[in-house]
Every structure is written in C-alpha cells, then in structure tokens.
T-cell receptor, first 113, second 111 residues
Framework: GNSVTQMEGPVTLSEEAFLTINCTYTATGYPSLFWYVQYPGEGLQLLLKATKADDKGSNKGFEATYRKETTSFHLEKGSVQVSDSAVYFCALSHTGTASKLTFGTGTRLQVTL | EPEVTQTPSHQVTQMGQEVILRCVPI?????FYWYRQILGQKVEFLVS????????KSEIFDDQFSVERPDGSNFTLKIRSTKLEDSAMYFCASSDLGVQYFGPGTRLTVT
C-alpha cells in the first residue's frame, strides 16, 4: 500500500536559517505529492504540490521537487521566519479526483529569534 | 476566498453517546472527505464521498460511523456510540481537480 515517511521532529532553527524537511514515499504508479502545513490551533492548509516527476512546487518561499528516481519530495526554504513555526505534513494521492490523501507523521518546526 | 467550515469547534461527549459532526464544503466541490488526527499522531483517512455515496472507506470507518449529505450544503459524520479511542480532531475536506481543502477541524473529546 501507499506510505509516506518524514523525518522525525521537532526541528529547531534560528530565524533566517535554511530548512530541509525530508519526505520519501512508497506508492504504485505515479502519485501526486503535497505538503500541507498546520499552524498552532488551526487546520491543514495546502502549502504546495507537484503532480508529476521533476515538477517543482513552490509557495511562500518554500519549494519541493518531485524526484521519481529517489521517491522523494523534500521541503526546503532558504530563510525561515518565526511565523513559519508549524507542523508540516507530506502527503500523496493517486490521480483521480476522489482519491484519498495518505499523510506522513508530520514534522514540527520551531523557529526562534 | 471560499473555505470549508466545520461545527462545532469542540465537542465533549460521554462514552456511548451519539455525536454528529458537521461540515459545509466549498460550494462547487463534488468530492468530500473525513479524516481524523489522534493527538500527536498522523492524519488518517476515514471516508470519501461522491454523488451521494461512499467512494472509499478505511478500516477505521466501521459500522459505528456513517456519513450523509442531508441537503445541498452540509456533509455530516455521525458516530453512533462513541468510545474513548474516538477522541481526536476530525477534519472535513472537499476537492475539485485533485486538491483537497480542509476545514479547521472539530476536536472530539469522549469522556
């Protein structure tokens, strides 16, 4: 079955540091890949997505590239801010508009001044 | 910007009681979902719904759970007889073209 593996958290960084959160997946076929973010006390928000190999999703300074050869979708940001402190979830779904999302365990990011 | 809404934000119930969690999906979306997140754990899929019927359900979604779209705007999740282990955050989502948009969640506490 499908699965998503994320690096364990929490990740603690100083403001303006470089961020990488690793995500690898196991799936049949060619899934779509997503990063969702959950700010304290809030629901899940779509951060970015990629639907095919070598696609790069980007939003709010965050980027992730769909790497089929390594089955990875690592999240990166060049310079984090305190406001980026949240839990980040990597997820996949198969093509098809009713397809469920399979989530990783989430990685908590804490950014300090 | 349209958004998914959920009510209530927090529900406390006693074990064995029935609860109904309500969701209003984005108006032109046709696909609806429920997920749950037990505290500190991953978000888990419960059920998807399209064209007034269940498209897919997980092992978690047993006979104690049911979903309904009672009118043109609401989408509900009912738990018939709650257990302690049903305590979790329940998220509703709706989608078009493959991207799912989530509501803020209902925190269910079973005592």
């Amino acid at each position: 079955g499908n699965s998503v593996t994320q690096m364990e958290g929490p990740v603690t960084l100083s403001e303006e540091a470089f961020l990488t959160i690793n995500c690898t997946y196991t799936a049949t076929g060619y899934p779509s890949l997503f990063w969702y973010v959950q700010y304290p006390g809030e629901g899940l928000q779509l951060l970015l997505k990629a639907t095919k190999a070598d696609d790069k999703g980007s939003n709010k300074g965050f980027e992730a590239t769909y790497r089929k050869e390594t089955t990875s979708f690592h999240l990166e940001k060049g310079s984090v801010q305190v406001s980026d402190s949240a839990v980040y979830f990597c997820a996949l779904s198969h093509t098809g508009t009713a397809s469920k999302l399979t989530f990783g365990t989430g990685t908590r990011l804490q950014v300090t001044l | 910007e349209p958004e998914v809404t959920q009510t209530p934000s927090h529900q406390v119930t006693q074990m064995g009681q029935e609860v109904i969690l309500r969701c209003v999906p984005i108006s032109n979306h046709l696909y609806f979902y429920w997920y749950r997140q037990i505290l500190g754990q991953k978000v888990e899929f419960l059920v998807s719904f399209y064209n007034n019927e269940i498209s897919e359900k997980s092992e978690i979604f047993d006979d104690q759970f049911s979903v309904e779209r009672p009118d043109g705007s609401n989408f509900t999740l009912k738990i018939r007889s709650t257990k302690l282990e049903d305590s979790a955050m329940y998220f509703c989502a709706s989608s078009d073209l493959g991207v799912q948009y989530f509501g803020p969640g209902t925190r269910l506490t079973v005592t």
